[in-house]
């Protein structure tokens, strides 16, 4: 029987007591190994280049360079495979988050997250999904529209890609709407809708729901608030 490797943690965050916590919370599952801790932005780019995590716990406002200088450059790391990043926040609704996610975080989490969550998002994100609620990435986009482009600006070539299902599906993806929701919505299978979201996931070259929900605020193809 061939044993599948833990999922390697980075644990980031100029708090060493935080660390500690989160490294007794993740060390007490068998599917997870902490590979090391970093105490700032810089040191978590080194650290990641050094000892090659499937996922990285990210504070955000550390001194040095912040999470999403870090996550940046993170995530477009030459690597086949670049590591997943989860955002850590003390407010849901921290401006920073998202920039994180723009940066190419994977989703973000609640620094007093419970420790049942906490694991279970790490083992979701390296898995290649989301942490991420729709609902709570349309709130975030929502509230900070202003960051975002017009709505008059012209329509990616890239949009032009998906068909007429798949720009329903992605705009109900930025709606805050679950593959079982869409499903019903749509009155189709949710195997049906899950192809579709991987299709305009491809097609987009987003990695994850995060990143197709933000895509479509910035392509225009919703208007926040508008929903």
Avoid: C, W
Wanted: net charge negative; glycine share 6%; aromatic share 4%.
């Amino acid at each position: 029987m061939t044993l599948t490797p833990p999922v390697r943690v980075l644990l980031v965050d100029d708090q060493p007591l935080l660390r500690t916590g989160f490294r007794m919370i993740l060390e007490a599952e068998s599917d997870i190994a902490v590979v090391g801790e970093s105490g700032d932005g810089e040191a978590a780019v080194a650290d990641t280049r050094a000892l090659q995590p499937d996922v990285v716990l990210m504070d955000i406002r550390m001194p040095r360079m912040d999470g999403v200088e870090a996550t940046r450059a993170i995530t477009g790391a030459a690597r086949e495979r670049p590591p997943r990043v989860l955002v850590l926040t003390t407010f849901d609704l921290d401006e920073y988050v998202v920039e994180a996610l723009r940066a190419g975080a994977s989703g973000f989490l609640l620094k007093d997250v419970p420790a049942d969550q906490l694991v279970e998002a790490i083992r979701t994100v390296s898995r290649g999904d989301s942490v991420v609620a729709p609902s709570v990435t349309r709130r975030l986009l929502d509230m900070f529209a202003n960051r975002l482009p017009a709505s008059d600006v012209p329509t990616p070539a890239s949009l032009n890609h998906l068909t007429a299902r798949e720009r329903e599906v992605l705009t109900m993806v930025a709606r805050g709407l679950s593959n079982a929701e869409i499903a019903a919505e749509l009155v189709v299978s949710e195997t049906t809708v899950k192809t579709h979201v991987g299709n305009l996931l491809t097609k987009l070259g987003v990695r994850d729901r995060v990143q197709a929900a933000i895509y479509a605020y910035e392509s225009g193809l919703v208007t926040p608030g508008a929903l």
